[in-house]
């Protein structure tokens, strides 16, 4: 264990690789501008896709941690995803069915994609995600 605990705050002593090497830091510190351009990078792909699923880009917050920082927000842009005839609640479950599944959340009967804990890697597996829900798959 310590051999994994030299390594881990070894990470942290380069800085510049830090976003790279550390998936959570590279959520946490990812610029509010880019979140954005990927969201409308996701909302384009699935316009042009033509299904039967909406796409809504606006702000919001992500938490940080769990029980650690649970009254210190940070600012995000979120999906709000809305698919005819489907409510928020079977619209997540169909989302988590999904191979990969997508985790979303709930709020005011809004099913919302955090754009900050979707990695800049996986915006081509939410976007066929998303298109496959349109179709009527998952």
């Not at 099913?111 to 979707?118: A, F, I, Q, W, Y």
Request: proline letters at 7%.
């Amino acid at each position: 264990t310590d051999i994994a605990l030299e390594h881990t705050l070894g990470l942290f002593l380069d800085p510049d690789r830090l976003p790279e090497t550390n998936p959570t830091y590279a959520m946490l510190a990812a610029p509010l501008d880019g979140l954005y351009r990927r969201a409308q990078g996701i909302r384009r792909r699935i316009s042009r896709a033509q299904v039967n699923i909406s796409l809504d880009i606006i702000e919001g917050e992500s938490a940080l941690g769990g029980g650690s920082l649970p009254d210190t927000p940070i600012k995000t842009w979120l999906l709000a995803v809305k698919l005819p005839g489907c409510s928020a609640g079977e619209l997540a479950a169909r989302l988590r069915r999904h191979e990969p599944p997508v985790i979303a959340r709930i709020m005011d009967d809004l099913v919302l994609l955090d754009m900050r804990t979707v990695l800049p890697g996986e915006d081509k597996a939410l976007g066929d995600a998303l298109t496959a829900l349109g179709k009527g798959g998952t």
